[in-house]
C-alpha cells in the first residue's frame, strides 16, 4: 500500500502556499507522495467570475510540483465526479494498492458540514486538517468538529495514520505562509493568460 495524501481545490491559480503546506504535511504523515486534485468546478463556489479554465489552473498546479513528490492532476474532471464523496469512492476503487489521507485546510473544515456527504467523506478515509492563519476559530466551531471532535487523533502520532479506525481526524500545525490564490488575483487578474498550457491535458 502506498501512502498517499489528496489536496482538492481550485489551484486557482496554484501558489507556494499549497506547495509548502503539502511538503509539510508529506513530512508529517510520512507519504510517499500526494496529489493535488484540481477541479473542474467547485460546487460552493459556482458561478465565479474569476475562475480561470481547468487547463490553465491545470497547468499552474503542474508547475508548482514539479521536483516535488507531488502530482497535479485534473482526475475529477475524467471521472465525470462532481462531489468529493463521490471522486474519493471512485479514487479507492480505481487505486485499491494506495492508501489515501484527505488533507484539507481549516478554511474547509469551517464549512465541510455543507459538503455533500461530508460524515461519508470522514469514513472513507482519515482526515488531516492544515491550520490555516485566520480560521482556527471557525474551524473548533464548527458543525462538522462538533461531530468530528471524538474521533479525533494526536498531531504526535500522525505518522500512524494508516492504523487508524475511521472516523480519524487530525489537526496538523505549520509554519503561516500568508500567500493566497485571491491575492495572486488580485495582484494579476489576467494571470491565466500567461500560463503555458501543454496541447494535451490529463
Same mark, same amino acid.
Given at each position: 500500500?502506498?501512502?498517499?495524501?489528496?489536496?482538492?481545490?481550485?489551484?486557482?491559480?496554484?501558489? *507556494?502556499?499549497?506547495?509548502?503546506?503539502?511538503?509539510?504535511?508529506?513530512?508529517?504523515?510520512?507519504?510517499?507522495?500526494?496529489?493535488?486534485?484540481?477541479?473542474?468546478?467547485?460546487?460552493?463556489?459556482?458561478?465565479?467570475?474569476?475562475?480561470?479554465?481547468?487547463?490553465?489552473?491545470?497547468?499552474?498546479?503542474? %508547475?508548482?510540483?514539479?521536483? %516535488?513528490?507531488?502530482?497535479?492532476? +485534473?482526475?475529477?474532471?475524467?471521472?465525470?465526479?462532481?462531489? !468529493?464523496?463521490?471522486?474519493?469512492?471512485?479514487?479507492? *476503487?480505481?487505486?485499491?494498492?494506495?492508501?489515501?489521507?484527505?488533507?484539507?485546510? +481549516?478554511?474547509?473544515?469551517?464549512?465541510?458540514?455543507?459538503?455533500?456527504?461530508?460524515?461519508?467523506?470522514?469514513? !472513507?478515509?482519515?482526515?488531516?486538517?492544515?491550520?490555516?492563519?485566520?480560521?482556527?476559530?471557525?474551524?473548533?466551531?464548527?458543525? %462538522?468538529?462538533?461531530?468530528?471532535?471524538?474521533?479525533? *487523533?494526536?498531531?504526535?502520532? +500522525?505518522?500512524?495514520?494508516?492504523?487508524?479506525?475511521?472516523? %480519524?481526524?487530525?489537526?496538523?500545525?505549520?509554519?503561516?505562509?500568508?500567500?493566497?490564490?485571491?491575492?495572486?488575483?488580485?495582484?494579476?487578474?489576467?494571470?491565466?493568460?500567461?500560463? +503555458?498550457?501543454?496541447?494535451?491535458?490529463?
Amino acid at each position: 500500500m502506498t501512502p498517499t495524501g489528496l489536496l482538492g481545490g481550485s489551484f486557482n491559480p496554484a501558489h *507556494r502556499g499549497h506547495r509548502g503546506i503539502t511538503l509539510a504535511a508529506i513530512r508529517a504523515l510520512d507519504l510517499d507522495e500526494a496529489w493535488w486534485l484540481v477541479s473542474p468546478g467547485n460546487p460552493l463556489k459556482s458561478g465565479a467570475r474569476d475562475m480561470a479554465p481547468l487547463a490553465a489552473r491545470l497547468a499552474s498546479a503542474r %508547475a508548482m510540483a514539479r521536483r %516535488a513528490p507531488i502530482r497535479a492532476t +485534473a482526475i475529477e474532471a475524467r471521472m465525470h465526479t462532481r462531489y !468529493t464523496f463521490d471522486t474519493l469512492r471512485a479514487l479507492r *476503487r480505481r487505486y485499491p494498492r494506495r492508501q489515501f489521507v484527505w488533507l484539507m485546510g +481549516a478554511d474547509n473544515l469551517a464549512q465541510f458540514h455543507r459538503w455533500r456527504g461530508w460524515r461519508d467523506i470522514a469514513r !472513507t478515509m482519515p482526515i488531516a486538517v492544515i491550520a490555516r492563519p485566520g480560521y482556527e476559530r471557525q474551524a473548533r466551531a464548527s458543525v %462538522a468538529m462538533g461531530w468530528l471532535r471524538r474521533f479525533q *487523533r494526536p498531531a504526535s502520532h +500522525a505518522k500512524h495514520w494508516t492504523t487508524w479506525s475511521l472516523p %480519524a481526524l487530525v489537526l496538523l500545525r505549520f509554519r503561516p505562509d500568508p500567500t493566497s490564490a485571491t491575492a495572486a488575483r488580485a495582484a494579476d487578474p489576467d494571470w491565466h493568460r500567461h500560463v +503555458a498550457v501543454p496541447a494535451t491535458q490529463e
